[in-house]
């Protein structure tokens, strides 16, 4: 019966966003170019048509609670997409009520030979042969409601359902499947306004989404099937140009049934993030703190209780996937670690169980990109070197974890291959970028990978040992791929990908060390 419930949902969903598609298409096409996001320094007097400018119409976010389609409640900006009417919905007579409506759709087909370096084929399911290549289908279906109501109060819900079909072995945990379920749902009481009625100081409470700048510490989990949710409050401080979240959440344990995603009692994340420019200084600034509790942390070293803290700081100009810069742009990220690890238990042990002792942990990480976009050469060429360093764990046996822990990573740290995560790693990637027709970039890059320390594992994007293999080599391969993007329309986007994991030493000493390939290809529509 739940089956059958769900197919009905999706149907309807997918009906009635072609339905009201054709039924507002009476407007003139958006235009031929992307915009800027609104907001950006740009003028604001509309076409001598009466028709919004161009800079006016924000482009679709990562973030969908944050985008602000206000300025349709003049009616000459309204008409130049078949969504508008869905954007702006009066709720009353009264200025600042109303609704915006928004969703998406991504279909994203994967195929991987000899997935985790030949683990399907060494070790099938039970009752199933060997598998090298594996072929699926992802699914997502995300709608959101965003209801003002004045200028002091805000309501925002967003409903999500994620499908895996064809796979051997089935969905993933966490990540794959989550039938139907709350993906946000908060309220916003700004308590302070500027003179504009703009929110200076606003308290959220509720399920919430946390992204803190790359999203390489803290991200929604976009790549995934499944995004990632919070359960708690947020203060955000807007001043002229800085922005400030302080916040303290519970991270939302995802279960693959109807509405059934609760609290994980297992951690609790809290912190501040606050990111703007320093005064003349060609560059920005992005400063944080993040603890993190866990009752159960699982390393080389062992298993056992952690706290930890992060501490740190990233610089940056430029270099927003996707988008082409003007010259130079960089990034520069470091961050420091702290906390205890344990009491617990000794894996590297077994069978025998024994004691591990109250540890302190001291770890870090560091990671750079360069780039350089040539703008006045045929296809904008822009070239790029990307490094980064987590630690890893020097001495097993001495009382202290030297293992840097990423709190909530972004699902595809390392390219498309999401195989290998960011604890005890070194890699190295340069890439190059040309801008081609119709809004189109290819990308063409390789990933160098290598254990930071050999008397740590190699871990999986989550945080797990994946291969313990303490001692021994340090290089795991090499990675190259090649990426085209294709944002077709404001709604429409394809992304086609290849890559290929030839396996290094470190897996030849510690098997399945088959070379790892992999297609991926997405269609998303967002409205």
Same mark, same amino acid.
């Given at each position: 019966m739940k089956s059958v419930l769900c197919l009905v949902v999706r149907a309807a969903l997918v009906l009635a966003v072609l339905t009201v598609q054709f039924a507002f298409a009476q407007g003139p096409p958006a235009p031929a170019d992307l915009p800027p996001a609104a907001g950006e320094n740009q003028p604001s007097s509309s076409t001598a048509q009466g028709g919004p400018p161009p800079w006016t119409i924000p482009q679709f976010r990562l973030l969908r609670e944050d985008e602000d389609f206000s300025f349709l409640a003049n009616p000459q900006l309204r008409g130049h997409d078949w969504a508008d009417p869905l954007k702006y919905i009066p709720l009353r007579s009264r200025e600042n009520w109303f609704l915006t409506i928004g969703g998406e759709a991504r279909e994203w087909f994967e195929s991987y030979r000899n997935e985790n370096w030949g683990e399907l084929s060494y070790f099938p399911p039970p009752g199933k042969k060997p598998i090298e290549t594996n072929s699926y289908l992802k699914q997502r279906y995300m709608l959101g409601f965003d209801f003002h109501l004045g200028?002091?109060?805000?309501?925002?819900?967003?409903?999500?359902?994620?499908?895996?079909?064809?796979? !051997?072995?089935?969905?993933?945990?966490?990540?794959?499947?989550?039938?139907?379920?709350?993906?946000?749902?908060?309220?916003?009481?700004?308590?302070?306004?500027?003179?504009?009625?703009?929110?200076?100081?606003?308290?959220?409470?509720? @399920?919430?989404?946390?992204?803190?700048?790359?999203?390489?510490?803290?991200?929604?989990?976009?790549?995934?099937?499944?995004?990632?949710?919070?359960?708690?409050?947020?203060?955000?401080?807007?001043?002229?140009?800085?922005?400030?979240?302080?916040? !303290?959440?519970?991270?939302?344990?995802?279960?693959?049934?109807?509405?059934?995603?609760?609290?994980?009692?297992?951690?609790?994340?809290?912190?501040?993030?606050?990111?703007?420019?320093?005064?003349?200084?060609?560059?920005?600034?992005?400063?944080?703190?993040?603890?993190?509790?866990?009752?159960?942390?699982?390393?080389?070293?062992?298993?056992?209780?952690?706290?930890?803290?992060?501490?740190?700081? @990233?610089?940056?100009?430029?270099?927003?996937?996707?988008?082409?810069?003007?010259?130079?742009?960089?990034?520069?990220?470091? !961050?420091?670690?702290?906390?205890?690890?344990?009491?617990?238990?000794?894996?590297? =042990?077994?069978?025998?169980?024994?004691?591990?002792?109250?540890?302190?942990?001291?770890?870090?990480?560091?990671?750079?990109?360069?780039?350089?976009?040539?703008?006045?050469? !045929?296809?904008?060429?822009?070239?790029?070197?990307? =490094?980064?360093?987590?630690?890893?764990?020097?001495?097993?046996?001495?009382?202290?974890?030297?293992?840097?822990?990423?709190?909530?990573?972004?699902?595809?740290?390392?390219?498309?291959?999401? =195989?290998?995560?960011?604890?005890?790693?070194?890699?190295?990637?340069?890439?190059?970028?040309?801008?081609?027709?119709?809004r189109a970039t290819l990308t063409a890059d390789s990933y160098f990978f290598w254990r930071q320390s050999i008397n740590d594992a190699l871990y999986d994007v989550p945080g797990f040992p994946l291969r313990f293999g303490l001692g021994g080599s340090r290089f795991v391969g090499s990675q190259p791929g090649a990426e085209l993007f294709w944002p077709v329309s404001k709604h429409v986007a394809l992304d086609a990908t290849y890559a290929y994991f030839a396996a290094g030493d470190f897996l030849h000493e510690n098997p399945p060390d088959k070379n790892l390939s992999y297609f991926g290809l997405i269609f998303s529509y967002r409205f």
């Open positions: 200028s002091r109060i805000r309501a925002f819900t967003e409903v999500h359902s994620g499908f895996v079909n064809w796979r !051997a072995g089935g969905p993933r945990p966490v990540v794959d499947e989550d039938k139907l379920d709350l993906n946000q749902g908060f309220i916003d009481a700004n308590l302070v306004l500027d003179p504009q009625d703009k929110p200076k100081v606003t308290l959220r409470v509720g @399920r919430q989404q946390l992204h803190f700048g790359t999203g390489r510490l803290v991200s929604v989990r976009e790549v995934p099937n499944v995004r990632a949710s919070f359960d708690g409050a947020r203060i955000i401080l807007n001043t002229h140009q800085w922005r400030i979240d302080a916040f !303290a959440t519970k991270p939302v344990l995802t279960r693959q049934g109807f509405f059934d995603d609760h609290w994980d009692h297992s951690q609790t994340f809290w912190g501040a993030f606050a990111t703007g420019p320093i005064g003349h200084l060609p560059f920005n600034v992005d400063a944080y703190y993040f603890g993190l509790q866990r009752k159960t942390g699982v390393f080389a070293k062992g298993v056992g209780p952690e706290e930890r803290h992060t501490v740190g700081g @990233r610089l940056w100009k430029g270099g927003i996937p996707f988008v082409l810069g003007e010259g130079w742009d960089y990034d520069a990220e470091y !961050a420091f670690q702290f906390g205890s690890f344990g009491p617990g238990i000794q894996i590297n =042990t077994f069978p025998f169980f024994v004691t591990l002792p109250k540890s302190d942990i001291r770890a870090w990480t560091v990671s750079t990109q360069t780039g350089y976009t040539f703008n006045g050469v !045929a296809l904008q060429p822009r070239i790029a070197i990307n =490094t980064g360093i987590t630690s890893g764990d020097q001495h097993p046996d001495e009382p202290k974890l030297g293992t840097f822990f990423t709190p909530f990573p972004n699902g595809r740290f390392f390219g498309a291959i999401q =195989t290998n995560g960011p604890l005890n790693i070194e890699g190295f990637r340069p890439s190059i970028t040309v801008h081609l027709p119709r």
